[in-house]
Nanobody, 123 residues
Framework: QVQLVESGGGLVQAGGSLRLSCTAS????????MGWFRQAPGKEREFVTTISGTGGITYYADSVKGRFTISRDNAKNTVYLQMNSLKFEDTAVYYC????????????????WGQGTQVTVSS
């Protein structure tokens, strides 16, 4: 089992920044690729970004490329999502997730999920 706890969500004006954190417990963190997903009201959960266990490989959805940055600190069992130049359409509940092995894009490939943290961007 891997337990994930997100933090850092909130209300921000368009153009602003937020940093989300997700702390894991329960298994060897470096063995897991980590991902961030988001779900807006009335929409399906969508992929945002993923990072490999060592942090050397990252992928981003086109909608956030150049604005969001994923990183991880394996000594702290924590993955971060730095979100800059936020847009109204970034408003969603953001979830972190863990998948054993390499990076993943699909929600179904992630076995462990956090409870989610709300990000609201005002226009």
């Amino acid at each position: 089992q891997v337990q994930l706890v997100e933090s850092g969500g909130g209300l921000v004006q368009a153009g602003g920044s937020l940093r989300l954190s997700c702390t894991a417990s329960g298994r060897t963190f470096v063995n897991y690729a980590m991902g961030w997903f988001r779900q807006a009201p009335g929409k399906e959960r969508e992929f945002v970004t993923t990072i490999s266990g060592t942090g050397g490989i990252t992928y981003y959805a086109d909608s956030v490329k150049g604005r969001f940055t994923i990183s991880r600190d394996n000594a702290k069992n924590t993955v971060y999502l730095q979100m800059n130049s936020l847009k109204f359409e970034d408003t969603a509940v953001y979830y972190c997730a863990a998948a054993y092995g390499g990076t993943r894009y699909r929600t179904g490939d992630y076995a462990y999920w956090g409870q989610g943290t709300q990000v609201t961007v005002s226009s």
